[in-house]
């Protein structure tokens, strides 16, 4: 997709042209990156393990290798989600999606591509991301830059304070790996953020929540809590889970299995370089409300 090939290409060259990294001791890898200037995958995978509640995400260039990583498959994970809904969105005459928690929004791209290949029009998409995270604001800055032909938008503020002042529709919410760093991180607020995410499920009344995560035992928690929220709420919903996995003695069994999915990386450039993931492997939540 062009617009995420030019997002890549620029965090490509903010990479490598920006300051070294400053971290020192706040490093999340044990002072890793003193002194290393060409892979902060490692301090990456030091935020994702399994055990880790401490350190987390604080320097721009993580941001810029996560999105150079992580968005190819992220994205196409929601595309082919929200594709296997395409005999209802077939008929839709505008979408307008919500995602919280958005980071480089690579929902966005996957979201955008179907739109097109269902045959709608690009100035009938609308996008608006939140993520409170002050360190994505670049990055995010950058993919309104690159996405002209539709209506994206993103925010670094929260996402319900956001809602109470604005008319604006909702009729899609995406989670994008979102359930499961809110569960590891900020535990003690989990409960306050579904008891506001139902309040704004009633006031906008969305036809889809779509959730896409990485498959572990404290995902699979975040997502199922969520359920038992919207069920206790009284919300009338359907909802199917699905998995990219087979099943896992340990994490448990999540959903129906299907097949993982190969996708195209247009960038030779940044494939070379990142080896960013090349297939899909995620755990998936569709939610309609009635």
Known sequence: MQELDQLLTWCDTEYINGQHCQCGIACTNENYCRGQQTNCYP????????????????????????????????????????????????????????????????????????????????????????????????????????????DAQTFCQDVFSYYMQSQEPINVIILNYMLSDMMKFHFAQYDNFLNNLIMLIRQKRPRYLLVNDVYLLVSLGATNKMLRFLKDAGL?????????????????????????????????????KYNPFSETNSIQTYIKFQ
């Open 43 to 150: 301090c990456i995978q030091r935020v994702h393990s399994y055990g880790n509640r401490t350190y987390h995400y604080n320097c721009d260039k993580m941001m810029l290798y996560y999105t150079l990583k992580h968005s190819y498959r992220f994205g196409a994970e929601v595309f082919y989600e929200i594709n296997r809904l395409k005999n209802d969105f077939i008929n839709w005459q505008e979408i307008n999606i919500a995602s919280i928690g958005c980071g480089p929004c690579s929902e966005l791209f996957g979201t955008l591509s179907f739109w097109r290949t269902i045959g709608k029009n690009d100035a009938d998409f609308h996008f608006r991301g939140f993520d409170t995270e002050p360190l994505w604001q670049p990055v995010m800055n950058q993919v309104q830059a690159c996405v002209q032909t539709a």
């Open 236 to 272: 009338s919903f359907k909802s199917a889970k699905l998995q990219y996995h087979v099943f896992h003695p340990y994490i448990g069994q999540f959903g129906k299995q299907v097949a993982k999915q190969p996708f195209v990386m247009s960038d030779a450039s940044i494939v070379q």
